[in-house]
């Protein structure tokens, strides 16, 4: 196996822990609340907490993996959130809990800007789409696997030594990075020569490249357009993110075991449309040129989304919802790696930074949906309010990749 597959392997391994770490909270929701004394307008300040600290720590943690490199800054990012997820399950209190996952969302910040970093050094440009597929399956994996692992956990221990197991697992995997990994491959031990050529001649950075200064990346209009697509995206992903266990339970009256099946089925088809979204988009890519094979992805993707999202509002039947939603997730996760392989595209050596604007608008509509749908289910009591609006997000998402032009990279302007 080549070196830059391995490297691969240890993105998997931790984008997979992400999303443990993430989708847990909204697995155990009815225990922490019930614990706590908390309503769903309280639960969502306190899921929104770690998106908006997610948000603002996302740019500086990109900016800070560029300029000393993936290796350090990915160790710091997950032995902090690994450290705050332990305390998640000493929580006594709102403003207590509130905290915590606040600064679990600082720490987690930084994780996915860092890993297109390695991708960027590490991976010719024809690779870039697969691998950040891989990734992002991964992540998708994680969440299918929580309701799975977390569940049985709970009714075993209880939900805070979910959250104190699950911080152990990160620490492993940030000191098993630290000692296996080096930000360039030249320097990685045990690499051939051959594949350090191979994938030198292929990536679109260069050792010698720079910085770009931030007043040159925040005044590129497809990067707006970008970040606003994302902010967009980011209202259906953290739908099932954070409040996916209360609308199938509180909602639509599912049981919990028919819950965590469609938490599962939802993820692992948003895993097989990370990887087919990668895949298919490398290979319009190489038939009809860049534009056409990130835009088309892209756009498809999040429309059909859009509309899964309507028809799961619409119907009456909850089977059927649950059925619709899980097929939002294989249509919107389409999109997902393509709009992270832009940021490689248009950031080259800077794809961190490009990454961190990216996720950062992204993370504040994580932060907006999740405080808008406690608010709105706690004064309406209606449930499916809160889809319709997420469906004409994916709408406006979709129709924002006719304007993202992946062939124009950031430059310095003179």
């Known amino acids: 196996m080549k070196v830059r597959y391995r490297v691969l392997a240890g993105l998997f391994l931790l984008s997979t822990i992400t999303y443990l770490d993430r989708v847990c909270m909204n697995v155990v929701s009815k225990y922490v609340k019930s614990d706590l004394n908390l309503d769903n307008q309280q639960f969502g300040w306190i899921l929104g907490a770690f998106s908006l600290a997610y948000a603002l720590f996302e740019i500086p943690t990109g900016s800070l993996g560029d300029r000393i490199g993936p290796r350090r ?133 260069k050792s010698s490249d720079h910085l770009i200064p931030w007043k040159t990346i925040i005044s590129n209009p497809d990067l707006w357009a970008l970040m606003l697509m994302c902010h967009l995206f980011f209202y259906g992903s953290y739908f099932f993110t954070n409040w996916s266990s209360v609308y199938f339970q509180e909602g639509r009256g599912m049981t919990e075991d028919q819950t965590k099946n469609f938490i599962s089925l939802s993820y692992f088809l948003g895993a097989i449309g990370c990887l087919v979204g990668g895949i298919l988009s490398d290979a319009l890519t190489k038939r009809y040129g860049l534009k056409i094979g990130r835009r088309a992805v892209g756009v498809g993707g999040l429309g059909l989304s859009s509309l899964f999202f309507l028809l799961a509002g619409l119907t009456t039947d909850n089977q059927l919802a649950g059925y619709f939603l899980a097929t939002c997730v294989l249509m919107k996760d389409l999109a997902l790696p393509v709009a992270f392989a832009v940021c490689v595209d248009i950031g080259q050596r800077n794809a961190g930074s490009v990454t961190g604007a990216m996720n950062f608008a992204g993370q504040l509509g994580g932060f907006f949906i999740t405080i808008l749908f406690g608010i709105i289910v706690e004064n309406t009591h209606n449930f499916n309010y809160p889809l319709f609006m997420i469906a004409g997000c994916l709408l406006v998402s979709a129709l924002l990749w006719l304007r993202i032009d992946p062939t124009k990279p950031v430059t310095i302007k003179q």
């Open 73 to 205: 800054v990915l160790t710091r990012v997950v032995l902090w959130w690994s450290g705050f997820t332990m305390l998640t399950g000493t929580a006594f209190s709102f403003l207590y809990l509130l905290v915590v996952r606040f600064l679990f969302g600082a720490g987690e910040a930084g994780a996915y800007p860092n890993s297109s970093i390695v991708i960027a050094r590490w991976f010719p440009a024809v690779e870039v789409g697969r691998a950040q597929s891989v990734i992002w399956a991964a992540g998708r994996l994680g969440g299918a696997l929580t309701p799975l692992l977390v569940i049985p956990l709970v009714h075993w221990a209880g939900w805070r030594w979910a959250f104190v197991l699950l911080g152990i697992l990160g620490v492993l995997w940030a000191l098993g990075w630290y000692l296996s990994f080096r930000d360039e491959p030249a320097a990685q031990p045990g690499i051939s020569l051959e594949e350090v050529r191979e994938i030198e001649r292929g990536r679109k950075i």
